[in-house]
């Protein structure tokens, strides 16, 4: 049976103070045990974040880091210096990456690449634009997205993936994916991957959706069987909501 994860992206929001508050009442939560929560503060966060979680099973993840290994790179952060702080997960491929930071699928691969060579788990993001959408080109591209990735991996590597499928249309906009256009994907995603590689891969990668998820329309969409949980964004920031959205999931 594969895990239910949420992960909350607070991105560019959040300072030390606020962190803590949040991460503090978080701690003293509780939830069915089956369910993995995963944190992603802002980088000058992800240290003091580890240490109020010491002892609590919520994860702290990085929402970015640089394929090279170290060097004349001025703002950027290696996986090394993620590990040496106990951080061992970074979302990759975020499509604010994607179109504010210009992020091609040559970086997006080889930073998934530095990232699982040095043991680090890989949320990686993908999704299509409305445009695309409104094309019918939707799993036209979604399938390209993934198939960049994947089949450049190893195959142990594969199985340190975990997929978020964000469509762009729904990224911070309100509109989210119906509970079916959410499932359509998923299982599409499962199929290309089960004919790409092998059924056992499968059946056990997890796929979260991503997008306006809030407490209101979270049970339905996790309700869906290949949707294995959310990323969330705007939803992450308020500490009653994520804590609905956690609790809305043990219902599936
Ligand atoms: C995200 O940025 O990954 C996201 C899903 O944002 P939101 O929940 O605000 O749409």
Redesign the pocket.
């Known amino acids: 049976m594969r895990k239910k994860i949420i992960i909350g992206?607070w991105?560019m929001n959040n300072d030390k103070q606020e962190t803590e508050n949040f991460l503090l009442k978080l701690k003293n939560k509780t939830w069915n045990k089956e369910i993995e929560v995963k944190v992603s503060p802002s980088f000058v966060s992800l240290e003091n974040a580890q240490k109020i979680l010491r002892n609590s099973p919520v994860e702290v993840v990085a929402q970015n880091m640089h394929y090279e290994k170290n060097g004349a790179f001025t703002g950027e952060i290696s996986c090394k210096m993620l590990k040496s702080i106990n951080v061992n997960s970074v979302i990759i491929g975020?499509?604010?990456r994607r179109t504010l930071f210009y992020e091609n699928e040559d970086i997006i691969k080889r930073k998934i690449k530095t990232a699982l060579n040095n043991e680090m788990k890989v949320i990686f993001?993908f999704g299509e634009s409305l445009e695309d959408r409104n094309k019918k080109k939707h799993i036209k591209t979604i399938t390209k997205q993934l198939d960049v990735i994947m089949s450049d991996l190893k195959t142990n590597q594969r199985n340190q993936i975990i997929l978020?499928y964000?469509p762009i249309w729904?990224?911070?906009?309100g509109l989210n994916a119906t509970p079916e256009q959410a499932q359509q994907i998923h299982k599409h995603v499962r199929e290309e991957i089960a004919t790409a590689f092998n059924k056992n891969l499968a059946n056990s990668v997890q796929i979260l959706y991503?997008?306006?998820?809030k407490p209101n329309n979270s049970e339905e969409i996790f309700s869906k069987p290949d949707i294995d949980g959310g990323?969330?964004?705007?939803?992450?920031l308020s500490f009653d909501d994520f804590y609905s959205i956690i609790r809305s999931i043990d219902k599936k």
């Open positions: 992206n991105k975020h499509s604010e993001c978020a964000e729904a990224i911070g906009t991503g997008g306006s998820l990323l969330i964004g705007g939803a992450s």
